[in-house]
């Protein structure tokens, strides 16, 4: 039950996010949908006692790895998805907790956040990183000579 | 005169996008491509979030582009992809991708602003639920943080230091939270301003700053590291103030 309202409220919060980035109108369900995944795979990870960190750069990894998928499907750049799929993990709440106990002078409450901050968007870079690498083995292995035809480099002109 | 309109042509699409808050390396890539496309296989590329260096070989003469204002439109990104797919596959020539840059250019938002206000409005609402606060946050949560957003923008277009305007809108955030906890319309503080100001914050930009530093443009990651840590600040800053008052 639980589950079912994350996913709806973050389907929501990665549209909305999408549509102040102005997101072309065609991808907009998309979005939703990949910030969806994105976030239902984290709060499941986290209720299984997996360490926030380590669920965030599954669900960072899972979320670059879809956004592939999109990307090449709906020919658009893969930052899209990503942006989308990525908002909800971003550790926003976090920030602003750290940042307000610095403001307030309490700095041995406020480092912690900040490390913790620090982790977790090492975590959700990590992630992205991480799949493209995989993707870049793909794609520099068998389907080399499918991409370079097809692609990018038609370099038919004089 | 045409090895002058490619590099205009690479350089337009490259100043679009670094404006429109595209990765470095995308930027970088795209104007590589298609100078390629036009035959020239030394060009060199080199972009930073402030500036754009270009040149069409590396003996050639240097050609730079200041950028002032970021800001995110994927929209724009999109379309400029579209442009440099075209060019790669021959379908466009340099006087035409030059046009197609310039209407790009000069195109409005995707969407009118009373429908990006409202996108915020629920998104703030349901990053309340998400830090698992309590379905009576929503409402308070939706409308300080459309008020946020709106407020952001307005100061935006009034007051030139990026963080005195982001500042601003965060103590009015956190004034709006505290009279809403002091009317008795909401419960938890925290929550509804957590999720207020989530339109925000520089999320985005911290995760970039990592992922552009480990890419190894390690002069785009700090500067967006900066830039990211001084909106944060600012944002704090401004929640802070608020506290301190009452």
């Known amino acids: ?158 | 005169m045409e090895r002058y309109t490619v590099t205009e042509v690479c350089l337009l699409a490259g100043k679009l996008m670094l404006q429109s808050g595209a990765e470095t390396y995308r930027v970088e890539d795209t104007m590589i491509r298609i100078a390629q496309s036009y035959g020239m296989d030394g060009a060199q590329a080199h972009a930073t979030p402030t500036a754009i260096m270009f040149a069409t070989d590396i003996t050639e003469p240097t050609n730079f582009v200041r950028i002032v204002s970021r800001e995110t439109d994927l929209h724009k990104v999109t379309q400029v992809n579209g442009v440099s797919r075209a060019i790669s596959s021959g379908h466009l020539d340099v006087t035409d991708a030059a046009k197609a840059l310039i209407t790009i250019d000069e195109q409005k938002d995707t969407y009118p602003n009373e429908i990006q206000l409202l996108a915020a409005a629920f998104a703030s609402g349901c990053f309340t639920i998400m830090f698992d606060g309590a379905w009576v946050d929503f409402l308070p949560a939706f409308f300080v943080g459309a008020l946020g957003y709106g407020l952001m923008s307005y100061f935006h277009d009034m007051i030139k230091i990026r963080f005195f305007a982001e500042f601003l809108a965060a103590s009015f955030v956190g004034l709006f939270a505290y009279l809403i906890i002091f009317l008795n319309l909401g419960q938890e503080i925290d929550k509804i301003i957590i999720g207020a100001i989530m339109p925000l914050v520089p999320g985005l930009l911290i995760t970039n700053a990592v992922r552009d530093l480990m890419a190894g443009h390690l002069v785009s990651g700090i500067t967006k590291g900066a830039e990211a840590f001084l909106t944060a600040a600012a944002i704090g800053a401004g929640i802070a103030v608020i506290f301190f008052i009452f």
């Not at chain 1, 370079?148 to 002109?157: F, I, T, V």
């Open chain 1, 1 to 158: 039950m639980m589950l079912i309202e994350q996913m709806v409220v973050s389907f929501f919060a990665a549209a909305g996010f999408a549509i102040i980035f102005n997101v072309p109108r065609q991808v907009l369900f998309q979005c939703g949908t990949v910030g969806m995944i994105g976030w239902s795979l984290y709060r499941v990870l986290v209720l299984f006692t997996v360490d926030e960190v380590v669920a965030t750069l599954a669900a960072a990894a899972v979320v670059a790895v879809i956004s592939q998928i999109f990307a090449k499907w709906f020919r658009t750049p893969i930052i899209i998805f990503n942006v989308a799929g990525i908002i909800p993990l971003v550790p926003g709440g976090l920030a602003y907790d750290a940042m307000r106990h610095f403001v307030e002078n309490n700095y041995d409450v406020a480092i912690p956040y900040a490390a913790r901050v620090v982790m977790l968007s090492g975590a959700i870079a990590l992630g992205l990183v991480f799949s493209e690498i995989i993707n870049q083995m793909i794609r520099n292995g068998k389907w080399k000579k499918y991409h370079n035809k097809y692609d990018r480099k038609g370099l038919e002109r004089s």
